[in-house]
């Protein structure tokens, strides 16, 4: 299918969406200097053929403007002619929905993912035990226990990419670029906030009880 057979009303749909999320999380302070970057996936999926709207690059996502956002296709070549550029890290977004088949990915830099992945590069996963809110992830064993990987940062973005798949688990929607920040993904974009959101909880959670444990 091309992306010209996709019906103007969902992609008018997917772009509103795609606005209200990202008013969204800029109130809650998640694009520091400029951080940070988003997409949703619109039309039939194929590991091989996909299209999705990403962030312009190097915006400031704290404001709404109508040249906020571009559709590009699964090798991140732009749908439509546009003066716009996409996310510097739209390689990450391609290679993430090649492998999950996600609905929306959403990728952004706080302290606390930040200092989490630093905390536990060594062993390239944050452990987290038996907090509630692992449920988030629509995971319901009794005191479960999850890794969140750990890729290495580049300043070459596509290099990050081949760290991606050796470290995906099916079981958990996200991972943390090293000092650099998180990636998360959901069926869609509602999805991929409460993941997000959980992510950010349970970073923080996983900081304060290191420390917690050290000052005893
Ligand atoms: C301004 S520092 C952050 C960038 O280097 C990058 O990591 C980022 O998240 C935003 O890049 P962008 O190209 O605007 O999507
Ligand atoms: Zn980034």
């Avoid at 571009?70 to 996310?87: H, I, M, R, W």
């Avoid at 929905?97 to 905390?119: D, K, M, P, Q």
């Avoid at 081949?162 to 929607?173: F, G, S, T």
Wanted: proline share 6%.
């Amino acid at each position: 299918m091309s992306f010209s057979h996709i019906a103007l009303e969902e992609k008018q749909r997917i772009l509103s969406e795609f606005s209200a999320v990202k008013a969204d999380f800029a109130s809650r302070h998640w694009f520091p200097g400029t951080s940070g970057n988003l997409s949703m996936r619109i039309g039939p999926f194929e590991p091989n053929e996909f299209f999705f709207a990403v962030t312009a690059s190097g915006k400031d996502k704290t404001k709404s403007t109508p040249e906020d956002f571009l559709f590009v296709d699964q090798d991140g070549k732009p749908c439509e002619t546009t003066a716009l550029k996409p996310s510097a890290e739209t390689s990450l977004h391609r290679e993430i929905y090649r492998l999950t088949g996600a609905g929306a990915i959403f990728h952004i830099h706080s302290v606390f993912n930040n200092l989490v992945s630093e905390l536990y590069w060594e062993r390239r996963a944050v452990p987290i035990e038996g907090v509630e809110l692992i449920k988030a992830f629509n995971i319901w064993d009794e005191d479960a226990v999850i890794d969140v990987p750990i890729v290495p940062n580049y300043a070459d973005v596509p290099k990050i990419v081949p760290e991606i798949e050796p470290v995906l688990n099916a079981r958990v929607p996200g991972l943390l670029i090293r000092k650099h920040g998180v990636c998360v993904w959901g069926k869609d974009a509602s999805e991929a906030k409460k993941h997000l959101e959980a992510f950010e909880f349970l970073f923080e959670y996983a900081y304060r009880w290191q420390l917690l444990k050290q000052s005893r």
